[in-house]
């Protein structure tokens, strides 16, 4: 099908024009494996897994708040906040109770703390109560409460919660009791009940 021409039949000019071209110099490179990038290759949940929630430093929350991942707390929160790793970022407030696995705070805390293993940092302020496993507490750090240690801190907050609310009694009112007029007094007090 294809013939091959030899190289002796090609005219003469064409044998001294490559004569005189450059050596053509080859090099081969060896393959590589396929470049993916990093955030196509991850779930989408796994993305999500690794972004931590934020609430910044001019937010101010009223209420509880649960969170499935990590958090950073910047703002200002009453109530109470539940996450699997806690930042109290300097500035933060937070007055209630903090569950969490770690807890790192660097802000203050007013109520109790309830983690795995808990971080007071410089600058940071915990009023209140730490359940722990592993606790440690920076030299400018200030703490004020009790310190209790215990083997899974954030399963006593469920555990305890709800049986404390099981444990105390529905509050009663006292009975009513009718009041007594002195006689002196009688005569001022249906005075003062006659229509004028």
């Known amino acids: 099908m294809f013939k091959r021409k030899r190289l002796d039949s090609k005219p003469l000019e ?15 490179v060896p ?10 290759a991850r779930p989408q949940a796994e993305m999500q ?13 009223v209420g509880n708040i649960e969170c499935n991942g990590p958090a950073q707390v910047f703002g200002r929160i009453e109530g109470e906040v539940h996450a ?20 790192t ?4 805390v007013k109520g109790t703390v309830r983690a795995t293993r808990v971080k007071l940092q410089n600058g940071g302020a915990i009023e209140g109560d730490i359940f722990h496993r592993s606790l440690s ?5 200030v703490f004020e409460g009790t ?3 215990v083997e899974n ?3 006593m907050a469920s555990k305890g919660d709800a049986a404390q609310k099981k444990s105390q009694p529905a509050p009663s009112l006292p009975p009513v009791m009718p009041l007594e007029i002195d006689g002196d007094l009688a005569p001022a007090i249906d005075a003062d009940l006659r229509p004028h």
């Open 147 to 149: 310190v209790r240690r």
């Open 49 to 61: 897994a690794n972004t931590a929630s934020c609430i910044g430093s001019g937010m101010s929350i």
């Open 14 to 28: 064409t044998k001294t024009a490559n004569a005189n071209a450059a050596p053509i110099i080859t090099t081969i």
């Open 84 to 103: 699997s790793d806690l930042l109290i970022g300097d500035g933060a407030q937070i007055e209630g109770t903090v569950i969490a696995q770690e807890v």
């Open 31 to 40: 393959p590589q494996s396929p470049v993916v990038e990093r955030s196509a």
């Open 105 to 108: 705070v660097r802000g203050s």
């Open 137 to 141: 507490i920076e030299e400018d750090a």
């Open 153 to 155: 801190p954030t399963e």
